[in-house]
Antibody, heavy 117, light 106 residues
């Protein structure tokens, strides 16, 4: 069955960096685009970034453009989110999700990130 | 950027009630709209895609309708497992989510 497992979250100081990973199993990873979405405490969902199956196209939300970088390694079925220059407002649970024709048909359980001094 | 506005933000209902949640887009998204259910501590679950297509395995009491800028999610007879927060998502231009509608026990 399809499984997405995020990891790499934790507590980090403002201005520092963190890299999140999303391990995919149960499907042919290289056939699907992937998204990162976050949810701040008590808030709604915020779309962050998408990467095409072969990595040829990448898009970001304005809130993270220039600070966050999405990437993937199809050889080991893993999606990444490199987060630099972290701010307090980046505190959230970060989800990876699989794309099917634009909508997100499977989501991970999320990994929490807290940006605090 | 396309904005999505859901209403209401919170809805109090009883088991067996018919529940209607609205999602309005700031510009036309055709039928490129999906609905998700989220429970505390979990990732969202896909319910409806392309405005009205029911995802496999989702109970038939869930239905979606609309096109252009106005969309609706209906739960025909609310069940105990349905108390959760619901989000719409447009995927016409990148992606945006509505702010969510929490369905709580009356």
């Amino acid at each position: 069955q399809v499984q997405l497992v995020e990891s790499g979250g934790g507590v980090v100081q403002p201005g520092r960096s963190l890299r999140l990973s999303c391990a995919a199993t149960g499907f042919i990873f290289s056939d699907y685009g992937m998204h990162w979405v976050r949810q701040s405490p008590g808030k709604g969902l915020e779309w962050l970034s998408v990467i095409w199956p072969d990595g040829s196209n990448i898009y970001y939300a304005d809130s993270v453009k220039g600070r966050f970088t999405i990437s993937r390694e199809n050889t080991n079925n893993t999606l990444y989110l490199q987060m630099n220059s972290l701010r307090g407002e980046d505190t959230a649970v970060y989800y990876c999700a699989r794309v099917r024709q634009g909508y997100l048909d499977f989501w991970g359980q999320g990994t929490p990130v807290t940006v605090s001094s | 950027d396309i904005q999505l506005t859901q209403s209401p933000s919170t809805l109090s209902a009883s088991v067996g009630d018919r529940v209607t949640i609205s999602c309005r887009a700031s510009q036309s998204v055709s039928t490129w709209l999906a609905w998700y259910q989220q429970k505390p501590g979990k990732g969202p679950k896909l319910l409806i895609y392309k405005a009205s297509s029911l995802e496999s395995g989702v109970p038939s009491r869930f239905s979606g309708s609309g096109s252009g800028t106005d969309f609706t999610l209906i739960i025909s007879s609310l069940q105990p497992d349905d108390f959760a927060t619901y989000y719409c998502q447009q995927y016409s231009s990148y992606s945006t989510f509505g702010q969510g509608t929490k369905v709580e026990i009356k």
